[in-house]
């Protein structure tokens, strides 16, 4: 699967669009979009933006997201993408463990569907870095599919034998975040045909001596 992910994300990042609607039965996009009422402020960061249609959407609900991918094939594809939409977004390739942005730039970080990275502590501690305090990072980590239909039980199974759906990771998860210094939780979003899962981690405001 991870080499299947690697192929995704660079040589075949052309097909990713494509794919993950299939593999979604049409929802992914919709799952990506759950997280939106979570995030704060106006700008936000994309972490791993792949081919940029986040961005876009940011956009439109009158953000100011810039976006972050390591993928040379995702940055390329993304700036093809937003150029014909005559849309203008800061897109930067960089690897998570070392952003390349000043501390406390931004009230609100972004990411769907994210790899490894997610629980890294190196990316977590970067992440912590670069959010303002009261900021927070939102991702859609996984989601299940539970419509009735045959498509939606055979997303279903090819999530959960894919371990895109896997839920036993999140105790664990929680508990990275909070030792990088976030205030974390686990939110749960049913839509008519799937549940969305969303980690919604806080950076404290800091604690004022009031000696």
């Not at 792949?50 to 876009?56: E, H, I, P, S």
């Amino acid at each position: 699967m991870n080499f299947f992910f690697r192929l995704l994300y660079n040589e075949m990042a052309w097909t990713y669009d494509v794919v993950s609607w299939v593999v979604s039965m049409g929802q992914w996009r919709s799952w990506q979009r759950a997280g939106f009422a979570r995030l704060r402020g106006k700008r936000v960061l994309e972490i791993a933006h792949g081919t940029g249609n986040m961005l876009l959407d940011l956009t439109a609900l009158g953000l100011q997201p810039t976006g972050l991918d390591l993928s040379a094939a995702m940055g390329k594809i993304a700036s093809g993408k937003l150029r014909r939409r005559g849309v203008a977004v800061p897109l930067v390739r960089a690897r998570v463990q070392a952003l390349p942005f000043a501390s406390q730039s931004f009230p609100s970080l972004f990411a769907t569907f994210p790899t490894e990275f997610i629980v890294d502590p190196l990316a977590l501690a970067e992440f912590f870095r670069v959010l303002q305090p009261g900021g927070v990072l939102v991702a859609v980590p996984v989601a299940q599919v539970t419509g009735p239909t045959l498509p939606d039980r055979f997303a279903d199974w090819l999530f959960r034998v894919t371990g895109q759906s896997a839920t036993n990771w999140f105790a664990p998860l929680i508990a990275r975040y909070t030792q990088a210094g976030f205030t974390a939780h686990i939110e749960r979003i049913t839509l008519p045909r799937s549940i969305v899962t969303l980690i919604v981690a806080e950076k404290p405001w800091p604690q004022i001596d009031k000696g």
